[in-house]
């Protein structure tokens, strides 16, 4: 169940109980369960709830994935509820770790436009994309609410546009421009009693919702599993026969990063790898009553975990650490090539 769904078809709290439920069952994917859980406590009207679980897992002695994402969900959440002190501070801080990640960036950002910061939300915007996007040929698919969001804002300021919005509105495939869909005046027609105009703001909002059930819709990444070099070492002493799909370590990579480069190549999106350990695989071939020595069920595995949030995007930010855990950044690493 998306958090996104409406309220009546759906008992946020009840989704929320459930998932932190799951997070207890599955405590290596506990940062994205709780995430969602806290996001429909949010919609349920039950903002300190939210922010209690923020808190919970910021307090984790386990460390988290993405820190950030975290601390900017908080921060958007205790603006809404009257906190905002503390939330600028946190969005303050976020800023000054300078996330790698787009998603931290576009809800600080975001938080402050809705409280009409908009020359606050524009310098953050252009703060994260200045980031990530400096010498990057082709901007991630994640980094494309960054640039419409800076648009959105510029537009509403008066600003011209420059290199940044350009991209923006090439990156931008609906049939109503973004100039149209940004449009400070659009509010105007809003209380017009010209049909014209009516039907005029009908067709944006189609194209609006055309955009946002697209984002939504969008599969979990195409993922590519990785064993790390001690987990594969175990995986292939367990069960022998699966020794042919893997030959070396040097090769598994290797071809993950060949299959990742082919797909991006034959214009397949939302690319990802995933990590793979014996003991989650030997669970997940239990739950499918199939044994783990049956190569069948490693794209099958693969497929579980990036439903599970478990899925780095590929390729990397710039300057981010290669996916295949060498600690060295991307483009020193299996990235040098491209």
Known sequence: MRPDTPAENVDHAAEAARLERTAALYPEDAEALLVRAAAHLELSGDRPSATKLYDRLLSSPVGLENPSLVRALKASNLW?????????????????????????????????????????????????????????????????????????????????????????????????????????????????????DLRAEISRLRAELGAYREALSRPFPVAMLHWPAGELTELLEAYPPLSAEYPSYEEHLTTIEAALRELAASG???????????????????????????????????????????????????????????????????GSGA
Request: proline content about 9%; overall charge negative; glycine content about 8%.
């Open 80 to 196: 809404e509820y009257g906190h905002e002190a503390e939330a600028r501070a946190i969005i303050e801080g976020v800023r000054t770790t300078a996330p790698r990640d787009a998603a931290p960036w576009v809800i600080v950002a975001e938080a402050l436009e809705a409280h009409d910061e908009l020359e606050a939300a524009q310098e953050t915007f252009t703060e994260g994309a200045r980031l990530l996007l400096t010498d990057v040929a082709e901007p991630p698919y994640a980094t494309h609410p960054l640039l419409y969001g800076r648009h959105r804002v510029r537009r509403m300021l008066g600003a011209p546009h420059d290199d940044w919005d350009r991209l923006a509105d090439t990156l931008h495939s609906m049939p109503v421009s973004l100039d149209e869909l940004h449009d400070p005046k659009r509010v105007w027609s809003l209380g017009s009693d010209d049909p014209a």
């Open 268 to 334: 397949t999106p939302n690319l990802g790898v995933v990590q793979g350990t014996v003991p989650s695989y030997e669970a997940f071939a239990a739950s499918e009553g199939t044994p783990p020595s049956d190569p069948t069920l490693l794209p099958q595995y693969a497929t579980t975990l990036a439903a599970r949030g478990r899925a780095v995007a590929w390729p990397p930010q710039r300057g981010a650490e290669c996916w295949c855990g060498s600690g060295r950044v991307y483009g020193e690493c299996h």
